[in-house]
């Protein structure tokens, strides 16, 4: 399967675009024993990345390509791959796999108090988190629905009841699968809360009358002001830094529909808050050479937030959803000094035991020599506080 190398040009205002980098991606070393792709060997040679583009204004209507399937990493499955599926595959554990759903981590616990200047995380399920990033509410992928379609009931509850939830002040989507891109909980929210979203998705939030809605293409990038410790942005005698979010590129796709494969851009997020702390959340994503382009632009990422489940069968999922050890990998490759695993452990959406993900990026994390402290494996509902 090919690789997909190039980079769109960065923008620096929406019709000014910025030189990017280089189109050649970075060499890899040779296929580990078990086949997965190894981590890629950064060289001299290699140009630095370029500066990061400013940021975009807000809102506004942006022509977008038809179609984003250039930006596919490996081609979709054709009907030879979908012939083996329906051969051989599995899309749920066996009853043994199933067994350990009471086992599943789940500590609900009250949203832990920050200041302005305090990073935190909660983990609601999925790829579903509340962060907290100079003095804002971002969530991700806002997922709050009992079930998705296509899929059975989630098999953890919310581990943030929505009632609980502050005034949400930003929400980033990184693509528009049904288990990311929530109808009936996007409905929740206020019209006027501002939503960033992929290249080709915001006419999905106007027709559902959202009044602040951002799309951006990859490395492009937007900014919300920073807040007090009393909840409120700078006014007009100054202004302190912003909280920026960055789109980033993932090994992923899209398709909502039978008849809109690829219109819409897929992707992941890099949140810089006012005193340059980084959380990367990225979204749903295979294992490649993004990891570190985006560990280059953005460096000091304190927390990865990574996918760890949906993987088997490995023939199938590899391409477009990390295997734990895979997901430990691409934290290295992000430079990040820490890690918190996600989407797993709420909805079976393939073949692996439900408990798995978890044995086995705990097992990679301590073969790869990590220290513990930094593998942030939350319950659902679980909270931590980002100290640098």
Known sequence: MTQQQSEPATQTTAAAPAAG????????????????????????????????????????????PRSFADRLTTPL?????????????????????????????????????????????????????????GGLTVLTDPVWSRRILGTPARVTPVGVPWDALPPVDAVVISHNHYDHLDAPTLRRLPRDTPVFVPAGLGRWFRRRRFTRVTELDWWEAVELPAKDDAGAAPGDGGRRAGVRFDFVPAHHWSKRTLTDTCRSLWGGWVLTGPD?????????????????????????????????????????????????????????????????????????????????????VRAAWEAAGLPREDLWDLPVGGSRVLED
């Open 276 to 360: 340059g702390q980084r959380v990367y959340f990225a979204g749903d994503t295979g294992y490649g050479h993004w990891f570190s382009r985006i560990g280059e632009r953005y460096p000091g990422i304190g927390l990865a937030l990574l996918p760890i489940g949906a993987y088997e069968p490995r023939w199938w999922l590899r391409d477009v959803h990390c295997d734990p050890e895979e997901a430990v990998r691409a934290a290295r490759d992000l430079g990040a000094r820490r890690m918190a695993p996600m989407h797993w452990g709420t909805f079976v959406l393939s073949a692996e035991p439900v408990m798995e993900p978890l044995t086995r």
């Open 77 to 133: 499955p054709g009907l030879r791959g979908y012939a083996r599926f329906a051969r051989e595959g599995a899309v749920r554990p066996d009853r043994e796999g199933l067994a350990d759903v009471p086992r599943l981590p789940y500590a609900p616990a009250p949203l832990p108090r920050v200041d302005a200047g305090t990073v935190a995380v909660t983990w609601a399920g999925h790829a579903s988190w509340v962060v907290s990033i």
């Open 21 to 64: 980098p280089s189109a050649a991606s970075p060499p890899v070393a040779p296929p580990t024993a078990d086949g997965a792709p190894a981590a890629p060997l950064l060289t001299a040679a290699r140009p630095a990345a370029p500066p990061l583009a400013d940021p975009l204004p807000q809102g506004g209507n942006r022509l977008w």
